[in-house]
């Protein structure tokens, strides 16, 4: 066995292949590893996506982002197991209650604090907010995590479907993570630029002074922003738990976005995204050799990026504020 | 109110009188197990005294608490229990460890102060994930999800701390020292250019302080206090394990600062206290105690962002401005005229 770092040529330029190369590693294994890269970075992009709308509408770092997405994936097996409804009819039912969620979310961590003087104390009512549901979520379903029933399975084995193209398997689980977070990202996006209401939030985002003058109510917006925001934290979560299984640790999730946010710079969707996307794959790839370090690995490259391009792979450097 | 003549704030005695009769009568009305919960106190008391000059004196909100405290808890526990060949006393290793965690922490201090605020604060968080996968699996040095076991308690010129009680009156002293030292922080060129950089970066810098090394040094004295707890919870529990260097432990330092008032050193001792204590004495309802810690730190947060410190403040200067009116009301109304 050998690894380390090389350059392998391609199209006369090199490009430096940070994987474990030996007899084991080929072709097939390097593209499902990328596609367990891929699946894992969109559910970091999800929580990233949400970070990033949080602090662009009221500048509030939102350190219960995970254990938000630790409750959706309670709330879809609680649906899912316990009421046993099916696919059609548990979609509706568990976005109606993500949508409360982040209504009551709202309300209870940042409507009482938004004249605060002290900009800190959002940030520390956000990680009373993280400890808080996540024994909500214990007293509620208990602290045995609960396995999930993959999104596609194998009608003779019962088990998590395979898709097999030539020699690669790929989880079917995956694949779909991956389609569901493009489209929510996608859906997101043309919220934002194309249609009226998110035209609306954008501007309560920029000035919410001059927004309400415009007379946009910025209540409402805050409010949708943040039911946004929970939806897509807890559709991550339903997609990621038949991978782990549901447990009210699931929230150590929100560090790795975290990273992918700065990586990708910070304050910007875009970038939040593409960043989330390449921890998921430095982590895919990292555990392959190392599993027991990946987080390691994830956040020396943060700090890596951040020490040589701090305001990260897409942002722009901003002058200080005076 | 204060007695004019000795210049003491009357609410300063009342505090040195029930710190004093807490160190006198605490052990003596304590059994085994609530002395080792009220010296876990103490011990994170110094971790916190760490946040309170980061982020109470200097506004920096770094979450590096528990990388250094497991920097200072491994590095006695391998020179004292004997792992490495080595068997050191307490005060030796105790300087040798302040010594190497001024050094790491200056040095990581340097490197993470090139970035600004929010950016500085995510990158604590890397500090905490990286230190923490490696306490948790490096085993030539950290021993691995093992941990390490049998570490020598503490002992000074010949003297060991054999149970808990004695620990008690250690710590105390050791508290008292760390209090001091961050009383001290706070009047000197240091603390004054630290709280200017805490209001206003740009008018500190216009002032010429030196920002980055400011923020430096603070970042290496939290550092140093917070490996200085660590160092005394691998004496005191004489086994360190990695689940003591979490991010989620990192919030809870945080929180004891903030729940005591961020910039008061008897507020962040009396937060310490309370977040070790108040799950002994609630024990009762055990199941739903994270719960109400954590709704508790959110109201907190609305009701009293300074903690119990502001609290007190706030209460204390209305009254004052009570007793004050009743005083101006019975003595002059020429005051308004010359107004």
């Known amino acids: ?322 | 109110m204060r007695i004019n003549k000795l210049n003491i704030k009357i609410s300063n005695i009342v505090i040195l009188i029930a710190a004093v009769s807490f160190v006198l009568v605490a052990p003596r009305i304590t059994a085994g197990y609530f002395m080792m919960v009220v010296n876990m106190g103490l011990i994170f008391a110094i971790a916190a005294f760490g946040v309170c000059v980061m982020l109470g004196i200097g506004g920096q909100l770094s979450f590096a608490t528990v990388s250094f405290m497991g920097f200072g808890a491994y590095f006695v526990a391998n020179l004292t229990s004997g792992r490495m060949g080595i068997i050191m006393g307490s005060i030796p290793v105790i300087i040798l460890m302040i010594i190497a965690t001024t050094v790491v922490a200056f040095s990581i201090g340097l490197v993470l102060f090139k970035l600004k605020s929010a950016y500085f604060t995510f990158a604590t968080i890397g500090l905490v994930q990286v230190s923490w996968s490696f306490y948790l699996s490096y085993v030539p040095l950290f021993g691995g999800p093992d941990g390490i076991s049998r570490i020598a308690t503490f002992d000074i010129f010949g003297f060991r701390a054999e149970d808990f009680h004695q620990w008690f009156y250690i710590l105390v002293v050791f508290v008292l020292i760390v209090v001091f030292l961050v009383e001290r922080i706070k009047c000197t060129q240091l603390g004054r250019s630290l709280a200017a950089i805490r209001d206003n970066e740009i008018a500190a810098q216009t002032l010429g302080i030196n920002i980055y090394m400011t923020k430096v040094i603070a970042f290496t004295i939290a550092g140093v206090l917070a490996a200085f707890a660590g160092a005394l919870y691998a004496m005191h529990s004489q086994f360190v394990s990695a689940d003591m260097f979490t991010f989620e432990r990192t919030t809870t330092y945080i929180i004891m600062a903030m729940l005591g008032g961020v910039n008061n050193t008897k507020g962040v001792l009396v937060g310490s206290m309370l977040v070790t204590l108040l799950p002994e004495w609630l024990r009762g309802m055990q199941q739903y105690l994270q719960l109400i810690f954590g709704v508790s730190v959110i109201l907190l947060m609305v009701f009293m962002p300074m903690g119990l410190a502001g609290l007190v403040t706030s209460v204390g200067k209305r009254l004052k401005r009570k007793l004050h009116v009743n005083k101006k009301l019975a003595t002059s109304t020429g005051m308004e005229a010359k107004r």
């Open chain 1, 1 to 322: 066995m050998s690894f380390g770092m090389f350059y392998h040529r391609k199209d006369n330029e090199n490009y430096l292949v940070f994987i474990v190369w030996d007899d084991t590693v080929d072709i097939s294994l390097f593209i499902s590893l990328s596609v367990n890269g891929f699946a894992m970075g969109m559910i970091y992009a999800l929580i990233a996506m949400g970070l990033i709308l949080l602090i662009r509408a009221i500048g509030v770092l939102n350190f219960a982002q995970g254990d938000l997405l630790m409750f959706g994936a309670f709330i879809s097996s609680a649906l899912i197991l316990d009421l046993e409804l099916p696919l059609y009819a548990m979609v509706p039912v568990a976005l109606i209650s993500f949508a409360l969620i982040g209504v009551i979310f709202m309300f209870s961590v940042y409507w009482p604090l938004r004249d605060a003087s002290y900009p800190v104390a959002h940030i520390i009512s956000t990680m009373g907010a993280s400890i808080a549901l996540r024994e909500i979520a214990t007293l509620i379903w208990g602290s045995i995590p609960r396995s999930m029933p993959p999104l596609m399975r194998d009608s003779e084995t019962g088990r998590a479907a395979v898709l097999r193209i030539a020699d690669i398997n790929l989880q079917w689980q995956f694949v779909l993570t991956i389609i569901v977070g493009a489209v929510l990202i996608i859906l997101v996006f043309i919220l934002f630029e194309k249609l009226y209401a998110g035209r609306m939030m954008q501007a309560a985002a920029q000035d919410k002074y001059a927004a309400e003058l415009l007379g946009i109510p910025t209540i409402l917006t805050t409010a949708a922003t943040y039911i946004i925001v929970v939806i897509l934290a807890s559709v991550g979560g339903y997609m990621v738990s038949p991978i782990f299984m549901v447990s009210n640790t699931l929230g150590v999730l929100q560090l790795r976005a975290f990273a992918g946010v700065v990586i990708g710079g910070f304050g910007n969707i875009k970038g939040a995204i593409i960043g989330s996307l390449f921890v998921g794959v430095v982590e895919s790839f990292g555990s392959l050799h190392f599993s027991q370090y990946r987080d390691a690995i994830v956040f020396t490259v943060l700090i890596v990026v951040l020490l040589f391009r701090p305001q990260g792979f897409f942002g722009e450097k901003v002058a200080d504020k005076a």
